[in-house]
């Protein structure tokens, strides 16, 4: 059983910036790829980046710009910077790990940017 943990979300100000940080129960390198999802009020959660034990990011074209995902191997923790946040940033934004074949969510944080 893995949990992972987002925070860092909040209310910000168009052209803001902010660190989301998602903490696993777990030691991260015994898990796949990390992955950012993002859901937009009223629609299905979308991929927006994953990193692997590596360190390889990959992102969603229309976010990569803006988005940067990194990781910290001591603090079993992932992040993702958004800078130039815009209101189309607005949602609930989920962690989401693989452990051998068992998909683990996290619970989410809400990221509000006001125009």
């Known amino acids: 059983q893995v949990q992972l943990v987002e925070s860092g979300g909040g209310l910000v100000q168009a052209g803001g910036s902010l660190r989301l940080s998602c903490v696993a129960s777990t030691n991260i390198f015994d898990l796949n790829a990390i992955d950012w999802y993002h859901q937009a009020p009223g629609k299905g959660r979308k991929w927006i980046s994953s990193i692997t034990g590596g360190d390889d990011t990959t992102y969603k074209d229309s976010v990569k710009d803006r988005f940067t995902m990194s990781r910290d191997n001591a603090k079993n923790t992932v992040y993702l910077q958004i800078d130039s946040l815009n209101p189309e940033d607005t949602g609930i934004y989920y962690c989401?790990?693989?452990?051998?074949?068992?998909?683990?969510w996290g619970q989410g944080t809400q990221v509000t940017v006001s125009s």
């Open positions: 989401r790990a693989f452990l051998g074949h068992v998909v683990y």
